[in-house]
């Protein structure tokens, strides 16, 4: 967990820290061409802040497909996904 994070519950996942401090990542998909991609967390809390917003709108200003740009194509036509940590916790098996 990031130092001074603080979680709370029930849990609101609306900042790039709480996703990193819960195991979550992000990913980005474009509509136009399909181009998947991960995004750092890392990079992005180093370049934004662990407070910074991790919903569409606190994002979309940041981003751009950079197949379509080349292409000449939409750019923005994007959307985010949060994906959850899904590994298994305890030492219990499935």
């Known amino acids: 967990m990031l130092a001074g994070m603080k979680l709370t519950f029930p849990h609101k996942v609306d900042t790039l820290g709480k996703v990193k401090a819960l195991g ?9 061409c399909n181009k998947q991609t991960m ?9 934004l802040g662990a407070d910074h917003g991790c919903l569409d709108a606190d994002l979309r200003p940041y981003f751009f497909c950079t197949h379509c740009r ?21 030492s219990g098996t499935l």
């Open 70 to 90: 080349e292409a000449g194509r939409d750019e923005k036509n994007f959307s985010f996904i949060q994906l959850a940590n899904a590994k298994p916790q305890g």
């Open 24 to 32: 979550g990542s992000i990913s980005m998909i474009c509509s136009t």
């Open 39 to 47: 995004l750092d967390m890392e990079m992005m809390i180093g370049m």
